[in-house]
């Protein structure tokens, strides 16, 4: 029997450093100059959207960016139908 197979599947390429904690994710990294995002969900589980104000957001210190679905191209998300929009726009649905 072949040393790199366990059963009848091969031996995965990153499973020991993932077994003994010594794999590298995202969240490991800290570089100095870092940004974070923050996403921030309605309260309410179904409503219609009439405006966004982020002018306190946009002026918090630290703050680089404050993006809504104003700032993105309208593409649709979803596993087996495309009709999720990346930010709500119009409606709020949960």
Do not use: C, N, Q, W
């Amino acid at each position: 029997m072949d040393a790199h197979r366990s059963v009848e599947y091969d031996v995965r390429v990153d499973g020991r450093e993932k077994v003994t904690g010594a794999a590298r994710y995202a969240s490991d990294i800290a570089r100095s100059d870092m940004l974070y995002a923050k996403a921030l969900r309605s309260p309410l589980p179904h409503a219609r959207i009439v405006s966004i104000d982020a002018s306190r957001a946009r002026a918090l210190p630290g703050v680089h960016a404050v993006l809504t679905a104003a700032d993105l191209p309208a593409y649709r998300l979803g596993r087996s139908m495309r009709d999720m929009p990346i930010l709500a726009r119009e409606k709020v649905r949960f």
